[in-house]
């Protein structure tokens, strides 16, 4: 995993908070934090969803219908998380989808973007584990991560999210 150098502080840029929407409960309370984060020094989010490439594509024009659904479907959670950032913090946030393995996905969205200064998580609070993505990431390359990684505890309410960030 190479860095790039990021440039977010640098004139002409300005940082962003990078969450990862997608359809797990603990997703809303990354969003939140990122915004209030955002809000508070005057940063920018980005809101990133990751679709799966579809794994049916024997019959011609299936993938490609299973392929359009699944992005309205990132589509619309995008949405919804947008609308926390602009109740929570007024901002309006940059919203990417992409389609591949969503932490490959995810360093390559960072990778491209020098202005993402920090990528936020929020851990599931299921006896499993905080989730995959989190396992991912936090655990067997978070020594080598390009940017700092922050992981909310799933348990935490709307106020205490408010309170911390």
Do not use: N
């Not at 679709?51 to 024997?58: D, K, M, N, R, S």
């Not at 499993?128 to 348990?155: D, K, N, W």
Request: glycine share 8%; proline share 7%; aromatic share 4%.
């Amino acid at each position: 995993m190479t860095a790039s150098t990021r440039r977010a502080y640098e004139p002409g840029h300005r940082p962003k908070f990078m969450a990862v929407v997608d359809d797990t409960p603990e997703c809303a309370k990354a969003v939140r934090f990122a915004a209030r984060r955002a809000a508070r020094i005057g940063s920018g989010v980005l809101l990133a969803a990751i679709v799966a490439p579809p794994e049916f594509t024997q019959w011609l024009g299936v993938g490609d219908v299973m392929q359009a659904e699944a992005e309205a479907a990132a589509e619309r959670r995008l949405e919804a998380a947008a609308a926390i950032v602009r109740t929570v913090a007024g901002l309006e946030p940059e919203k990417l989808v992409r389609t591949g393995q969503k932490a490959e996905e995810i360093l390559r969205i960072i990778e491209q973007d020098e202005d993402v200064a920090i990528l936020i998580l929020a851990a599931g609070t299921e006896p499993e584990g905080p989730g995959p993505l989190v396992s991912t990431l936090a655990g067997r390359s978070a020594g080598q991560f390009p940017v700092p990684l922050a992981i909310v505890p799933g348990h935490l309410g709307d106020h205490e999210i408010d309170a911390l960030a």
